[in-house]
């Protein structure tokens, strides 16, 4: 076995992850049962470049918990051996990630421009900002809360009717770049707020009563250049000073519990913290803009994928946040409204026991900044397709989480005094 680590090991110099042909790579799942296994994933890693999907990185892998992780073409059989090899349970689940990747444009919406049952590119969501701002002048104005490393401008809309001393619900979607299915949603959230708003009486309430902010993509830079040079990409694109790698997480790099914990200090790993809290100009203006706001905003959702789960603070701690018995109670009503519609299963809980214990996230940086409604979603899927969620499931679950959130907003303004 270790013989064959080290052929893996020599062979491996050869790959590499920018070409953007993802054919014939696989994505596997496995579970270590005990520790030695989880060495044996450890190896790999080290040996041959594995990209996790699930937990995110190779440190934060576990015994007895799921691991998804897509290797290069040239590397799967080997991979496939070692894993027979060592009594490692596995499974492929994605056999041809091209294929599974040019599957995903399967919405039959014909057009070419912007739309809702798509994955659009920056420049269309960047353009529909503009425009759904114009068309409803009424219900969205947009603005601009700084700009990216690359200097594209971060577009924000503030979705309510105007009102005297509104409180607001700030939502993001977009901090990994490969998670396509995220700014679907946010794009779907501000759809739904302006055609139901005078027909649903929820949305109406919420639309009367808060505003919500959503920031369509918090990571643009990631975005474009999951569409141009790397599918996979995670992180920004920032250059880090002394190291050829790029980019930072922007899900490690806020200050709460910054570093400690399920994050990277090496700039070529997807986890990487950053140089410091906030070295991020997206992650930033995210907190400057709600540090600004914090008089007014009163939950804070962030939305990834995937996974099917819906998670709370704490992430850098295993310690219990101070509301954790509303919260929960929160996040399980949340999840059987979302399970209502297409019977998709949700786990919730506080995210270092749920998913991992991992730092520098925003959810908890926001909780702690005294926003109490904190929560990340990871939306679908559970691994079946993974990033490569398909467009055809768009709507589905942009249909399904919208109930979720509508049942937290609508319970964050019923307990607003
Ligand atoms: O690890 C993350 O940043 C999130 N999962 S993902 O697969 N989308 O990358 C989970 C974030 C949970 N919250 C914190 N870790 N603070
Ligand atoms: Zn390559
Ligand atoms: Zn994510």
Not at 130 to 141: E, K, Y
Not at 346 to 373: E, H, L, V
């Amino acid at each position: 076995m270790w013989v064959l680590l080290f052929l893996i090991g020599a062979a491996a110099v050869s790959a590499h992850l920018e070409d953007g042909a993802f054919d014939g790579q696989k994505v596997f799942r496995v579970i270590p049962q005990n520790d030695e296994q989880v060495e044996i994933i450890n190896s790999l890693a080290s040996n041959i470049q594995v990209d996790f999907w699930q937990p995110d990185s190779v440190t934060l892998v576990r015994p007895k918990t799921e691991v998804d992780f897509r290797v290069e073409a040239d590397m799967s059989l080997e991979v496939e051996d070692l894993l027979k090899e060592s009594g490692i349970e596995y499974t492929v689940l994605i056999d041809n990630l091209q294929a599974a990747l040019d599957a995903q444009f399967d919405s039959k919406a014909r057009s070419t421009s912007h739309s809702y049952e798509k994955y659009n590119s920056w420049e269309k969501i960047a353009a529909w900002t503009a425009d759904i701002a114009a068309q409803n002048p009424d219900l969205v104005s947009r603005s601009v809360i700084g700009e990216t490393y690359e200097g594209r401008p971060m577009y924000l809309l503030k979705v309510g009717k105007s009102g005297p001393n509104k409180k607001a619900i700030f939502m993001d979607c977009g901090f990994h770049a490969r998670e396509w299915i995220s700014p679907a949603f946010c794009q779907w959230f501000v759809k739904e707020a302006v055609e139901t708003y005078g027909k649903d009486t929820v949305m109406t309430t919420l639309l009367n009563s808060l505003d919500f902010y959503v920031l369509p993509v918090v990571n643009i830079d990631g975005y474009v250049y999951t569409w141009t040079n790397n599918r996979m990409w995670r992180k920004t694109r920032s250059k880090n000073p002394g190291s050829l790698c790029i980019g930072t997480d922007p899900n490690r790099n806020f200050n709460a519990g910054w570093s400690t914990v399920g994050a990277s200090k090496n700039p070529c790993d997807s986890t990487y913290c950053g140089s410091a809290p906030e070295s991020e100009k997206e992650t930033k203006a995210l907190a400057d803009f709600i540090q600004e706001h914090l008089s007014t905003i009163k939950a804070y959702l962030t939305i990834h994928s995937y996974s099917q789960l819906l998670l709370f603070p704490y992430s850098y701690t295993y310690e219990l946040p101070s509301d954790y018995e509303e919260l929960n109670s929160i996040a399980e009503a949340a999840s059987k409204q979302l399970a209502s519609l297409h019977n998709t299963k949700y786990n919730y809980g506080p995210g270092a026991k749920t998913i991992y214990p991992a730092a520098g996230g925003s959810d908890d940086w926001a909780y702690d900044q005294g926003i109490k409604y904190s929560f990340t979603f990871e939306l679908r899927d559970t691994g079946r397709y993974g990033f490569a969620l398909p467009e055809s499931q768009i709507k589905p679950t942009c249909e399904e989480t919208l109930l979720a959130v509508k049942y937290i907003a609508n319970y964050v303004l019923e307990h607003l005094y």
